[in-house]
């Protein structure tokens, strides 16, 4: 099922490093293995070819475990991995001892995803309780309105000016007619004041 594994092809090897940087997208992140290791030894200093030694040993390891998944996934005509064939490779793989652990991350996983998809996280850690988040929001519609209300005003006035406008310029333009009386006889006479 899995081959006994040589701890020199594990070690890394500069030459190669150089060269192959796809190597590193096939492993775990160095700061995600560093933070794990000063988790679980925050008093003990991890030299760092120890570092990479175990970085090497945890990819390994998840190759090993995903490879005998994959096969007991075919194995079963499935097209997706599931826990089950996972947990079933770490018996196969003779790694049972783990089941136990594997299965309490399993649950802790889903309970978070779980969390995450009602969307209710956000609203606990903001520690404001959910009256003054509804009071809050209520100003804020009510701000929001007066503020399109007076937006709103100002358009209204700033059209009206403008009609006004128009309708003045239309009045200068339109040439102003005078009444002329014509003038008659009668009127000849008493426009004459001597």
Known sequence: MYSKLNISELLPQKSMMADNRDDDELSIPRAALNKMIKELIPNIRVANDSRELILNCCTEFIHLVSSEANEICNKQTKKTISPEHVLAA?????????????????????????????????????????????????????????????????????????????????????????????????????????
């Open 90 to 194: 770490l018996d196969s793989l003779g790694f049972g001892s783990y089941k136990e652990d594997a299965v309490a991350v399993l649950e802790e996983a889903k309970a978070v995803a779980a969390k995450k998809r009602k969307g209710s996280s956000r609203l606990e850690n903001l520690g404001i309780p959910e009256e003054e988040l509804l009071r809050q929001q209520q100003e804020l519609f009510a701000k929001a309105r007066l503020e399109q209300q007076q937006i709103e005003q100002q358009q209204w006035l700033q059209v009206q000016n403008a009609l006004q406008q128009q309708q003045l310029q239309l009045q200068q333009q339109q040439p102003t007619t005078r009444l002329t009386i014509p003038q008659t006889s009668e009127n000849k006479e008493d426009d004459d004041y001597s």
